[in-house]
């Protein structure tokens, strides 16, 4: 259970394909789980009943399956859906929420990536979120071909992969790395880069660090 009084968090994690955000995602909650720090995984994508059918919409299939307004809409459809039926309620009921990818993600893939007004998208995050934002968005980096390397070899064999944008050329993938990156240096005192290309456990260790010393966590 979470000490009283005790402020229930929102964390995101973010950043581009291969950046491993999964398994640190796993590996904090093991650490807060120790901690008795009572708190949810979901991700995005999806997250929700609802949100998850819309995310086999985005995931597969081709790449030029939607254009880059298509796909806004139907994240933030998604989104919509995800905070509705799981963020607030878990928050609401004194509970963490770790997020796999929120808003971050479709400024720095559609924003960025595709070119779409970034204001616009701003927009309809003001719209839809119902003023639930991150306390902390932990930004995990590291050079697209290894990135992508990484992801490609997660996907191997796999004949479920959701592999879309990952099928992306590379100079998308690199503009997605580089609003990652405008924007938590624009957002300092949300966003704290990770250095994503070093081994595992060294990235657990810094992601617990971080997270424990930001919200007073003894352990």
């Known amino acids: ?3 009283p009084g005790q402020p229930v968090r929102f964390i995101t994690f973010e950043g581009g394909e291969g950046a491993g955000k999964s398994t640190q995602i796993t590996k904090l909650s093991e650490a807060l789980d120790a901690a008795g720090v009572d708190h949810i995984i979901t991700r995005e994508p999806g997250g929700s009943p609802g949100a998850e059918e819309i995310r086999k919409l985005l995931v597969e299939g081709e790449p030029d399956r939607w254009d880059a307004e298509t ?3 139907l994240h933030y459809a998604a989104r919509r859906d995800h905070v509705r039926q ?3 309620p878990a928050l609401k009921a004194g509970k963490w929420v770790i997020c796999d990818r929120y808003a971050d993600s479709t400024m720095a893939y559609q924003g ?3 070119g ?4 616009s998208i701003a927009a309809l995050y003001g719209l839809v979120a119902d003023g639930v934002a991150p306390d902390m968005t932990l930004v995990f980096d590291l050079p697209v071909e290894v990135g992508l390397a990484r992801a490609r ?3 191997a064999g796999n004949t479920n992969a959701e592999d879309r944008y990952e099928n992306m050329d590379t100079a998308f993938h690199q503009r997605i790395r580089d609003g990652f990156l405008a ?3 624009t957002q300092p005192d949300r966003c704290i880069l990770i250095d994503a290309a070093e081994d595992v456990d060294t ?3 810094e992601v617990k660090r971080i997270v424990f010393e930001k919200f007073g966590i003894e352990g």
């Open 1 to 3: 259970m979470n000490g």
């Open 71 to 73: 796909e806004v809409l």
């Open 86 to 88: 799981t963020v607030k």
């Open 112 to 114: 960025y990536g595709h």
């Open 116 to 119: 779409v007004n970034r204001n």
């Open 153 to 155: 070899d997660r996907a």
């Open 183 to 185: 924007i938590a240096k």
């Open 203 to 205: 990235v657990a260790a």
